[in-house]
């Protein structure tokens, strides 16, 4: 659930039924198409990570911007295994069934991998683990300790769940409290999509649940900068993209991504609208006027996209 799962280096094309009732795949937009960087860049983080077993979102999500990424000393780790507790309509990563046990070497691995590649700035995102008592909490904050005991230098910042499974709101703000002293860099966590669409598209979750997030985060370190994302495409009207923006502004939202949703496969929910390059700098302008300090809009940001750049 929390993560920015949508980066498809080749998503499917969106559908269309001929009139005999076969299938018939449409091109994507020439500004969806681009290279996903050097293979030898990228094939230098497979080693490593897979030699670990451990996992990265940028590969987990074939995210078109990992070649990038990897040149400017930035990567997002994949925390807790690839299994997801939750089915949200747009997602690849891997649901359906009982997620691996916690390796208790996996925060070591991580930190280690950070050292041989050189990272400068490293994201912790994780799949749902609503089977853990604290819903992954004090692994976040573990991992955070042990890449800093290696990379001191390394700045991290998370992008968590809601860490709700259920419970009441004093135990979620307990939870997310564990990764706030951790002191990360940025505190992320998404929307994903506007209000209306919340249920269709992020099984599991709820808008007014993610907007508490953050705003917890807020009340218990001001000094955290806080983040947020949503992925264009599912039918959302510009007018909802602005309401979504102010309801991040309200909740004292730093930062903020937008992109355009790809759909992995067949079996996700359908892309209803490809924004153009002009509409997401339109947007990118509007999210500035409102008071986000740090914007990065356009049709392949995703979450971690230059993550440890100011504005």
């Known amino acids: 659930m929390p993560l920015d799962t949508n980066q498809v280096s080749n998503p499917v094309s969106e559908d269309s039924l001929s009139e005999g009732g076969r299938r018939s795949l449409s091109p994507l937009p020439h500004w969806l198409r681009r290279s996903i960087g050097k293979a030898s860049e990228i094939s230098t983080v497979q080693q490593i990570i897979k030699q670990r077993q451990i996992h990265t979102i940028c590969e987990e999500g074939r995210c078109p911007n990992r070649g990038e990424c990897y040149a400017q000393k930035t990567a997002t780790f994949l925390l807790m295994g690839p299994t997801c507790t939750r089915a949200c309509g747009f997602c690849q990563v891997d649901k359906g069934h009982a997620p691996m046990p916690l390796d208790p070497e996996e925060p070591q691995k991580i930190a280690e991998s950070v050292r041989l590649l050189g990272l400068r700035y490293v994201v912790l995102t994780s799949v749902a683990r609503d089977d853990l008592p604290d819903q992954g909490a004090?692994?976040?904050?573990?991992?955070?300790?042990?890449?800093?005991?290696?990379?001191?230098?390394t700045q991290i910042e998370v992008l968590?769940?809601?860490?709700?499974?259920?419970?009441?709101?004093?135990t979620q703000q307990q939870r997310i409290a564990t990764v706030v002293k951790a002191q990360p860099a940025c505190y992320n966590h998404n929307v994903e999509t506007v209000r209306?669409?919340?249920?269709?598209?992020?099984?599991?979750?709820?808008?007014?649940?993610?907007?508490?997030?953050?705003?917890?985060?807020?009340?218990?370190?001001s000094s955290i900068p806080t983040k947020s994302g949503l992925m264009l495409g599912h039918g959302e009207t510009k007018v909802e993209v602005v309401e979504a923006m102010q309801d991040l502004r309200a909740v004292r939202c730093d930062r903020l991504t937008l992109g355009q949703y790809m759909r992995p496969s067949l079996a996700?929910?359908?892309?209803?609208?490809?924004?153009t390059p002009e509409e997401f700098e339109e947007l990118g302008a509007?999210?500035?006027?409102?008071?986000?300090?740090?914007?990065?809009?356009?049709?392949?940001?995703?979450?971690?996209?230059?993550?440890?750049?100011?504005?």
């Open 286 to 311: 509007i999210a500035r006027n409102l008071g986000f300090t740090h914007v990065r809009s356009g049709p392949l940001v995703r979450s971690s996209y230059h993550a440890g750049e100011s504005e």
């Open 138 to 153: 004090g692994w976040f904050a573990r991992t955070i300790e042990t890449i800093r005991q290696v990379n001191p230098e």
């Open 268 to 275: 996700h929910l359908p892309v209803q609208k490809y924004w």
């Open 196 to 221: 209306r669409l919340q249920a269709p598209v992020r099984r599991g979750a709820k808008y007014e649940r993610s907007l508490q997030v953050l705003q917890i985060v807020k009340e218990l370190d």
């Open 160 to 170: 968590t769940p809601d860490f709700w499974g259920g419970a009441a709101r004093n």
